[in-house]
């Protein structure tokens, strides 16, 4: 029974020490990444680039939550993402920092 209790304690901590990363699944991790990238104009292997375009940035309901739909155009090919991120700089616009909370 205290080792449930001690398992238990620990995943909180955890939980609430990792904070926004954990929060933010893989695929909100990845685009972060991406866009930390983009904003530094890195060159990625073989030559190719990130670049992404927001189409759209808006706020929603919840404060400091945001709506952004973005084009990531990557190498010859591209994709278009509605995203819903945690504007953790207050820029009111999605950059390298901002917790990604979802990609749709």
């Known amino acids: 029974m205290a080792r449930a209790h001690m398992v238990v304690a620990l995943g909180l901590?955890?939980?609430?020490?990792?904070?926004?990363?954990?929060?933010?699944g893989p695929a909100g991790r990845g685009l972060?990444?991406?866009?930390?990238?983009?904003?530094?104009?890195a060159a990625l292997p073989a030559g190719?680039?990130?670049?992404?375009?927001?189409?759209?940035?808006?706020?929603?309901?919840q404060e400091g939550v945001r709506e952004a739909v973005v084009?990531?155009?990557?190498?010859?090919?591209s994709s278009t993402h509605a995203v819903v991120y945690q504007d953790v700089d207050g820029s009111e616009s999605l950059s390298c920092g901002d917790a990604v909370l979802g990609v749709f």
């Open 71 to 77: 084009t990531i155009n990557h190498g010859k090919s």
């Open 32 to 41: 972060s990444v991406m866009v930390c990238i983009a904003e530094q104009g």
């Open 48 to 61: 190719s680039q990130v670049n992404i375009v927001t189409l759209s940035d808006n706020e929603t309901e």
């Open 13 to 24: 901590i955890v939980s609430v020490a990792s904070g926004a990363a954990l929060a933010q």
